[in-house]
């Protein structure tokens, strides 16, 4: 199946800071892609879609300036957090389709945000 | 406003016995519902989909139901081992493009 790379895994930052995390598509060209954020035995929660060479949809309550997306190319996807604060600390996950499987997403492992 | 409901209870059985978990939704009309697993600390993994005209579902030990009367999905897995431990999301599609999921439930398959 597709592969799906985010990185980083982890990661500890200070309150204030931006932190960008990465998503891949190794195997496939992702034109669009998904991000999610996930509270601890919560659901995933679909914060935008991505759409390469557009700007993002953002779903209702997902402030678009605090959580930057950037689809520059059918296998890279980035979301900035900018000016992290502790209530944004949280599990991302992104995601994306694969033409050829049809409607299932193929995920990436996630990153686990902390802010201090 | 649209709702998916899954058992927040962690399901405990024995290993060799059949799983059988629930998934419910209201307020949606899906062409079709997937099931993930998901274990912790990972993004969750493709299982099956149904859609909308289709009954019943199986790959392996995984067997999907959808009633789209009831608004419901059953998922099982039979011959349960100790490895299929994680937690279940069900996952319907919201207009073309979006998929949204529920809460998923746990399942803990005891030697």
């Known amino acids: 199946g597709a592969v799906v790379s985010q990185h980083p895994s982890r990661v500890i930052c200070k309150s204030g800071t931006s932190v960008k995390i990465e998503c891949r598509s190794l195997d496939f060209q992702a034109t669009t892609m998904f991000w999610y954020r996930q509270f601890p035995k919560q659901s995933l929660m679909l914060m935008a879609t991505?759409?390469?060479?557009?700007?993002?949809?953002?779903e209702q309550g997902v402030e678009k300036d605090k959580f930057l997306i950037n689809h520059a190319s059918l296998t890279l996807s980035t979301l900035t957090v900018t000016s992290a604060h502790p209530e944004d600390s949280s599990f991302y996950i992104c995601s994306a389709r694969e033409v050829r499987e049809g409607e299932k997403l193929f995920f990436g492992s996630g990153t686990q945000l902390s802010v201090l | 406003s649209q709702k998916i409901e899954q058992n927040s209870e962690a399901l405990n059985i024995q290993e060799g016995k059949t799983a059988t978990l629930t998934c419910n939704y209201t307020?949606?009309?899906?062409?079709?519902l997937q099931w993930y697993r998901q274990d912790p600390g990972r993004g969750p993994v493709f299982l099956l989909l149904i859609r909308e005209n289709e009954k019943e579902k199986r790959k392996e030990r995984l067997k999907v139901t959808f009633d789209t009367t009831l608004k419901q999905s059953l998922f099982h897995i039979t011959a349960s081992q100790p490895a299929d431990s994680a937690t279940y999301l069900c996952?319907?599609?919201?207009?073309?493009?979006?998929?949204?999921f529920g809460a998923g439930t746990r399942l803990a398959v005891h030697p």
């Open positions: 307020n949606y009309s899906p062409a079709y």
């Open positions: 991505s759409n390469e060479g557009s700007k993002a949809t953002y």
């Open positions: 996952a319907l599609n919201r207009g073309y493009n979006k998929l949204i």
